[in-house]
């Protein structure tokens, strides 16, 4: 079992920077992929990006490609999401999520999820 809390959401003006933390809980973290997720109101589920149990593979949406930076510390337990020059468009609730082994663009492929984060980008 993993449980998984994020944090660092908030109204932020476009152009900004933000960091995203996802915390889990137990011993094996370092044996999970990990991803982060998006949902902006009245639309679905979107993938953001992933990063593997080692950190030596990530991997983005073409939407946040060069802006946004996803990386892990397995000592920490915990999995970062960098954005930076954010755009009215990133505004979403941000979801981390893990599962054991490969990572994953498909939100369906993911065991756990956290409770979600807002972010909001005002133009």
């Known amino acids: 079992q993993v449980q998984l809390v994020e944090s660092g959401g908030g109204l932020v003006q476009a152009g900004d920077s933000l960091r995203l933390s996802c915390a889990a809980s137990?011993?094996?973290?370092?044996?999970?992929?990990m991803a982060w997720f998006r949902q902006a109101p009245g639309k679905e589920r979107e993938f953001v990006g992933y990063?593997?149990?080692?950190?030596?593979?990530?991997y983005y949406a073409d939407s946040v490609t060069g802006r946004f930076t996803i990386a892990r510390d397995n000592a920490k337990n915990t999995v970062y999401l960098q954005m930076n020059s954010v755009r009215p468009e990133d505004t979403a609730v941000y979801y981390c999520?893990?599962?054991?082994?490969?990572?994953?663009?498909?939100?369906?492929?993911?065991?756990?999820w956290g409770q979600g984060t807002q972010v909001t980008v005002s133009s």
């Open positions: 999520a893990a599962r054991l082994a490969n990572a994953a663009r498909n939100a369906a492929e993911y065991t756990y």
């Open positions: 137990g011993r094996t973290f370092n044996g999970y992929a």
């Open positions: 990063i593997s149990t080692s950190a030596r593979t990530t």
